[in-house]
């Protein structure tokens, strides 16, 4: 393909501040990010945002198929004209956010899942992240491009100011790593902030194994929702002990988990067993 500038100026197109639209134009970040994926012959690929087609002319040497997902129509038309050679490339203009990952699938003869890779709006990273979680049964690995700060909240430990309701999610049903950094100069428009690439890898079984999984990211995001509250506070305002602080102090202590602690130190374990106890009491 030709350059990004060659295309945009071919097509007389301006990138869109209101879709968050920052071009990859380096090359070797592009190829590199796609030998990461581990993107195999027989692989269905779904590409989040194809822009320009940037890795997408990459990804349809390497897989069987691939289903490019991109919003903006004028990249879904360069997508056509620029790549109408490639006859296992299927392009959607669609919202990220409203697309069926098992649709893909559904009429393939092959029992393999789907690899995601992209370089996604960070305006609605958490987002897609959490939507692709939902999807996780019909994934086997996700490599994605993040705003550096978010990349490093992803992948945080327990105990660290990074580790919060991504870190805690993602690590329950994924097995995450950072590929690479990538500096802001390798996109136009250039970004302010640098970025990162992850590869995550999606855990045959959770981490836990929660009872209730929507119970899970509730307890999860009722303990970050302010971050200078204790676990306990924050639980007592959580509406998830209709019947008073006597019940939350109780599971707390059958669980030996101190109330006093904030939510950045407790463990995915420990956010499982309190969801599963939590799911006990209210079926008492």
Known sequence: MTTLREILRKYRIRPLKKLGQSFLIDGNIAAGIVRSSGIEGGDVVVEIGSGHGALTSLIVKEAERVVAVEIDPRMVDILREELKEASNLEIFQQDILDYDFSIPLRDSRDKNKLKIIGNIPYSISSQILFRLIDFRE?????TLMFQKEVAE?????????????????TSMYTIPSRVMTVPADCFFPRPKVDSAVLKMEVRETPLYAAKDNDLFLKVV?????????????????????????????????????????????LTVEEFGILSDAIRDLQLS
């Open 153 to 169: 909240r992803i992948t945080a430990a327990p105990g660290t100011k990074e580790y919060g309701i991504l870190s805690a999610i």
């Open 138 to 142: 019909t994934i086997s690995s996700m």
């Open 221 to 265: 995001k009722c303990a970050f929702a302010k971050r200078r509250k204790t676990l306990f506070n924050n639980l007592r305002s959580s509406g998830l002990f209709p019947a008073g602080i006597e019940d939350i102090q109780m599971v707390l202590d059958r669980l030996g988990i101190d109330g006093g602690r904030r939510g950045e130190t």
